[in-house]
């Protein structure tokens, strides 16, 4: 009876989700993809306005390489895979954790996290023929 009732309790709690991409073996869930996606996209945006090296195909095609992954079956641990994306999202991790650890002084507080999770969030990849870009979706809805 005991195993009966076990089983049943079983079937109704629900189960989560493992994460599908780690870092040093720290599940990345999709807060932190979409802090990714967000800063990903600002990087590009900066490097554009300071006319530094365009790395917008990049950082779109490890963005997509990121979602691929993160929705996958199997988890990947993005410190072993050589790839130029995780190089790319590795570097990313890295450093949004040193801007939450207050590292970064003084253009780039803790607080900016928080718009990149929100940037993240609206980040599209549009694809080209030759290049693809991170953009922000924009809602077509009107209003009254």
Partial sequence: MKKIL???????????????????GAKLEDLHIDT??????????LQKEQG????SDLFARSTEWMEKLHKSEKTFEIGNISQKEAKVLAASIFFISRVERGEFVPKIMPATIGVWIELGRLVVIEKGENSW????????????
Avoid: Q
Wanted: charged share 25%; with cysteine; hydrophobic share 40%.
């Fill in 6 to 24: 076990l089983a049943l309790i079983l079937c109704f709690i629900a189960t989560t989700a493992n994460a599908k991409l780690t870092m040093n």
């Fill in 36 to 45: 990714i996606k967000g800063h990903l996209y600002e990087s590009t945006r």
């Fill in 52 to 55: 530094l090296k365009d790395n």
């Fill in 133 to 144: 870009k991170l953009k922000i979706k924009v809602n077509n809805t009107k209003t009254k």
